[in-house]
Nanobody, 121 residues
Framework: QVQVVESGGGLVQPGGSLSLSCVVS????????LGWYRQAPGKERELVAR???????NYADSMKGRATISRDNAKNSVNLQMTSLKVEDSAIYYC???????????????WGQGTQVTVSS
């Protein structure tokens, strides 16, 4: 059973910084694609950043220069550091683990429960 658990959300002032962490258990962590997504009220869930099994990151245009995603295969964790936060960054942030299926080009996706990030003065 793959479990995805996020932590680190909270309230931060505009211009501030916040780090999120996600621990994934129950799978071969090194084979997982990992990503952070967010969903604000009334909006669709959107990509924030993702990282390949080999460690190559990719960022949404809105987060380039303000976010850093990293993975620690020894700790089965993926982290998201965000700086220069804006009010519009407020959302529930979700961690997603993508598990490759043997012999197939598709993946199985596992989502965490989400952690709230609120940027407000």
């Amino acid at each position: 059973q793959v479990q995805v658990v996020e932590s680190g959300g909270g309230l931060v002032q505009p211009g501030g910084s916040l780090s999120l962490s996600c621990v994934v258990s129950g799978s071969q962590f090194g084979l997982l694609g990992l990503g952070w997504y967010r969903q604000a009220p009334g909006k669709e869930r959107e990509l924030v950043a993702r990282i390949t099994p080999g460690g190559t990151p990719n960022y949404a245009d809105s987060m380039k220069g303000r976010a850093t995603i990293s993975r620690d295969n020894a700790k089965n964790s993926v982290n998201l550091q965000m700086t220069s936060l804006k009010v519009e960054d407020s959302a529930i942030y979700y961690c997603k683990a993508s598990q490759p299926l043997p012999g197939m080009t598709t993946v199985r996706e596992y989502w965490g429960q989400g952690t709230q990030v609120t940027v407000s003065s």
